[in-house]
Nanobody, 123 residues
Framework: EVQLVESGGGSVRPGGSLRLSCETS????????MSWFRQTPGNEREQVAR????????DHRDSIEGRFTISQGDTRKTLFLQIDSLKPEDTAIYYC????????????????WGQGTQVTVSS
């Protein structure tokens, strides 16, 4: 059984940084795509970064302006999201998710989700 567990969220001041982690268990090595999403109350989950597990190519949401970086640990069991220059509008619950088969265009395409980790940015 595949399980995803996020950690690393917290409360930070604007301009600060956080590194979110997603520990995976079960067989995700051959999954098509691993992604980070975020969600604020009343809004749909939006994808902020993704990694193609085969090629390790990554994409990040344009509006993030280079502040977010997705990466994978050496054992390929941990997915990271480095967030720099945090802004109040980054406040959200952040989720990691795994999609087993492409194209994975929407959140509903994803097979597995973590429970989320809260990121709060305020002065």
């Amino acid at each position: 059984e595949v399980q995803l567990v996020e950690s690393g969220g917290g409360s930070v001041r604007p301009g600060g940084s956080l590194r979110l982690s997603c520990e995976t268990s079960g067989y995700t090595y051959n999954y098509y795509l691993m992604s980070w999403f975020r969600q604020t109350p009343g809004n749909e989950r939006e994808q902020v970064a993704r990694m193609f597990t085969g090629s390790l190519n990554t994409d990040h949401r344009d509006s993030i302006e280079g502040r977010f970086t997705i990466s994978q640990g050496d054992t390929r069991k941990t997915l990271f999201l480095q967030i720099d220059s945090l802004k109040p509008e980054d406040t959200a619950i952040y989720y990691c998710a795994a999609c087993s088969k492409g194209p994975c265009f929407t959140a509903t395409s994803y097979d597995h989700w973590g429970q989320g980790t809260q990121v709060t940015v305020s002065s």
